[in-house]
């Protein structure tokens, strides 16, 4: 009868171990933080566009602020969804042709180039 001999693999080093679930820690918590920051850019959307959601804040762990503008009308909404108050006509956002914006941002690159150091 011939007899055959295993052999155990030999064990991983502790700190490779220890590495590895770093990484995977890592991995997951990354990609947890990527899918709620991804949520929290897309947000609700109203199919109407009468509904839009113009700011979160957060206060707490179960306490949000919402900024809702309704019909031209700003709402400060509680975490319950009860309205706080109202805070008036929405203000008018100027549409700034890109060009100027680009020739504005230029004008504050060349004048922090031009101080002294």
């Known amino acids: 009868m ?6 155990a693999p030999p064990e991983p080093h502790p700190a490779s ?3 590895r679930a770093l990484a995977g820690l890592v991995l ?3 990609l947890v933080l990527l899918t709620r920051s991804l949520l929290l850019r897309i947000g609700p959307q109203s199919p109407s566009g009468t509904v839009r959601l113009r700011e979160v804040t957060r206060l707490g762990p179960h306490h ?6 309704v019909e031209g009308k700003r709402l400060l909404l ?3 969804l009860t309205v706080l108050a109202e ?8 549409a700034e042709p890109f060009r ?15 101080e002294p150091r």
């Open 100 to 114: 100027e914006k680009l020739r504005e941002a230029a004008r504050r690159l060349r004048r922090l180039g031009e």
């Open 64 to 69: 949000v602020l919402y900024v809702v503008e």
């Open 2 to 7: 011939t007899s055959l001999l295993l052999t």
């Open 28 to 30: 997951v918590v990354g």
């Open 78 to 80: 509680g975490s319950q």
């Open 17 to 19: 171990l220890l590495l």
């Open 87 to 94: 805070l008036g006509p929405a203000p008018a956002r100027e």
